[in-house]
Each structure stands twice: as structure tokens, then as C-alpha cells.
């Protein structure tokens, strides 16, 4: 069962445009999103985060949109640079009381050309 | 500081080989985990251990085994490699649990065959 979708698997985008990635959750206890970037051949690297009592949170060129009722979020990049490109996760955080277990998306593949 | 490092980074079994994937940080964080990364699946969970000297199972634990050697290192052992565990393994770790950053490793490449 994917608890979270992300979407789309790959997206390609001009230098200088706005990359959209998408992700929905089914469980309401989550209570933390973070947007996780990858390169090839690397480990996953915190990319920016999100708690549900706030709607926007931006970073740079990066905005996390967030919409509780719906149950979904989004990863905005403004001004998508070559060196955006990168595998995009989305996560959601569950805090068990001992540890804080992040169920991932299925990934976005970003290729921002000029 | 190197952070997560991950040893070995490339491996290749034979089916009902063993290995273990060794995993060590230096961020004095109390909280590490397993992923396996697969194509059009993300990242997924396989044990975590969210302290020094306990471990839990994640979302899928089946034919894996994990210890907590100390507050440094964490390994994942593979008793009898499948073909369905070739994948890429991550290592993470946690200052606490709560909302905090998972600090990744570089992975390990398993191919079992």
C-alpha cells in the first residue's frame, strides 16, 4: 500500500521554468513532510521541509505548498537551473514515539535543459 | 566529520551467499536506519533503531537482520541473498526522533545473482 503518491515520475523542463512535483497522503498522522534531492550516484539530501500547521514554507528558489484538507503537497522550483537536475523525493514523517519513521514517495526525475 | 559512510560500496553475491553491510557515523546521533532503493518504489524502510541497543523492524524486514553495535555503527546482515534483494542500500541517521533531518549515506550496490 503506497501511503504516499508522487507525481510525475519525470518531468523535463526549460532553464529558467517552473518544475511542479506532486504528492498525496492518506495518513493523517503524519506530522512532517520533507522534500529529499538526489543525484546520481549519491545519497538522498534534505532539501526542505514542512510541518502541517503551515501552508507555505519557501527556501531560496524552492516552496513547499501545503494543503491539510486535501492531504497533499508540493514541491515548487522557480527558476529551474541545469543543476537542478536531480531525483526529487517527497516524504511523510511519522513520529512512533521512539523514532520518526519517513515513508517516501516513489521519486521525480528532474531534467531541467537549456 | 564524514557523516554517513557505508561499506562496502559495490557488491555482488550468489544466491544463499551471506554478507553483512556495515554502516557508521559521526554525527553522535542517536537514531539510525536501513533503506533499500529500488526503481518506481522510492525508498524504503527495513529496520531502524532509534537508540543505542534497540532495533525495530520497518516495512520490509523479510530476509533481513540488523545490529546496533554501539551508538556509531549500524549493519544490515543478508543470511541467504535472494535476486529479489539486489538494490541499493542506504544507510541514514537522526539526531532524535521527532521532526528531524535524516543525514544519508552514499550506498551500497548489491547485485545478487
Known amino acids: 500500500q503506497q501511503q504516499v503518491k508522487q507525481s510525475p515520475q519525470s518531468l523535463i523542463v526549460q532553464k529558467g521554468g517552473i518544475s511542479i512535483i506532486n504528492c498525496a497522503y492518506e495518513n493523517t498522522a503524519f506530522d512532517y513532510f520533507p522534500w529529499y534531492q538526489q543525484f546520481p550516484g549519491k545519497g538522498p539530501a534534505l532539501l526542505i521541509a514542512i510541518r502541517p500547521d503551515v501552508s507555505e514554507k519557501k527556501e531560496g528558489r524552492f516552496t513547499i505548498s501545503f494543503n491539510k484538507s486535501a492531504k497533499q503537497f508540493s514541491l515548487h522550483i522557480m527558476d529551474s537551473q541545469p543543476g537542478d537536475s536531480a531525483t526529487y523525493f517527497c516524504?511523510?514523517?511519522?513520529?512512533?514515539?521512539?523514532?520518526?519513521?519517513?515513508?517516501f514517495g516513489t521519486g521525480t526525475r528532474l531534467q531541467v535543459t537549456l | 566529520n564524514a557523516g554517513v559512510t557505508q561499506t562496502p560500496k559495490f557488491q555482488v553475491l550468489k544466491t544463499g551467499q551471506s554478507m553483512t553491510l556495515q554502516c557508521a557515523q559521526d554525527?553522535?546521533?542517536?537514531?539510525m536506519y536501513w533503506y533499500r532503493q529500488d526503481p518506481g518504489m522510492g525508498l524504503r524502510l527495513i529496520y531502524y533503531?532509534?537508540?543505542?541497543?534497540?532495533?525495530d523492524k520497518g516495512e520490509v524486514p523479510n530476509g533481513y537482520n540488523v545490529s546496533r553495535l554501539n551508538k556509531r555503527e549500524f549493519s544490515l546482515r543478508l543470511e541467504s541473498a535472494a535476486p529479489s534483494q539486489t538494490s541499493v542500500y542506504f544507510c541514514?541517521?537522526?539526531?532524535?526522533?521527532?521532526?528531524?533531518?535524516?543525514?544519508f549515506g552514499p550506498g551500497t550496490r548489491l547485485t545478487v545473482l
Open positions: 554525527m553522535n546521533h542517536n537514531s
Open positions: 533503531s532509534a537508540s543505542e541497543g534497540t532495533t
Open positions: 516524504a511523510a514523517s511519522l513520529n512512533t514515539g521512539t523514532a520518526s519513521k519517513l515513508t
Open positions: 541514514a541517521s537522526s539526531e532524535e526522533w521527532g521532526l528531524d533531518t535524516q543525514y
